[in-house]
């Protein structure tokens, strides 16, 4: 395996798994920019959720490779786009209840987001896009989804993990499996070995 320094710069603990399962040597370093400080004037601006993914995910990964000297720094970032609104990750189990009631029975959008920079600059930058359309759903299914999902409904946007019980929320998925846990993992891959951070 390369010797050049892989950082993640994202708690999530699905983007970990993703990239260890894959193999990959890293370390995780979050960035600490707060997200909702840097999305609020691009919502007010008129900007796309996919455009506000790829801002964040640049964002963190220039933040984290700063003080990362060296190092390849991945940034991620995902948006959910229900008919141009964006959803957010739930507060409480009360948010989480009226976002899948507004999903219900509709189809949304999920952008997925990643960049890699070193000492500041940004190298490659990426969006990817799901659609996702979640069957109708009765208040009594929601509230027994969300008894068994608990709070990892408040770890993602939609209140939902496809890799988890919120696959019993859906009726269709039309996109790529890694673009919907939250990072585009095959075009990243492909961008890591081409940096030389990857030997097979």
Not at 56 to 67: P, Y
Not at 96 to 114: F, K, M, N, P, Y
Not at 128 to 141: M, N, Q, V
Not at 154 to 159: D, E, F, I, K, Q
Request: net charge negative.
């Amino acid at each position: 395996m390369s010797s050049q320094k892989i950082v993640l710069a994202s708690g999530s603990t699905h983007r970990a798994a993703l990239l260890r399962n894959a193999g990959l040597a890293f370390t995780v370093s979050p960035s600490t920019l707060d997200e909702r400080e840097l999305e609020a004037p691009l919502e007010r601006s008129g900007a796309s959720p996919a455009d506000i993914a790829e801002v964040l995910a640049e964002a963190k990964a220039v933040d984290v490779s700063e003080r990362s000297p060296g190092a390849l720094v991945i940034g991620a970032d995902q948006t959910l786009d229900l008919g141009g609104a964006a959803l957010h990750k739930p507060a409480d189990m009360e948010e989480a209840r009226r976002q899948l009631l507004s999903l219900s029975g509709r189809t949304h959008r999920l952008t997925s987001a990643v960049v890699i920079a070193r000492d500041g600059e940004v190298l490659w930058r990426l969006a990817d896009s799901a659609d996702i359309t979640f069957r109708k759903l009765t208040p009594p299914e929601i509230g027994r989804y969300l008894a068994k999902a608990g709070e990892a409904a408040l770890s993602c946007v939609g209140a939902y993990q496809v890799e988890g019980p919120g696959i019993t929320l859906m009726e269709r998925i039309e996109g790529d499996h890694f673009t919907i846990v939250g990072l585009p993992l095959l075009p990243l891959l492909g961008k890591l070995r081409e940096l030389g951070a990857l030997d097979v």
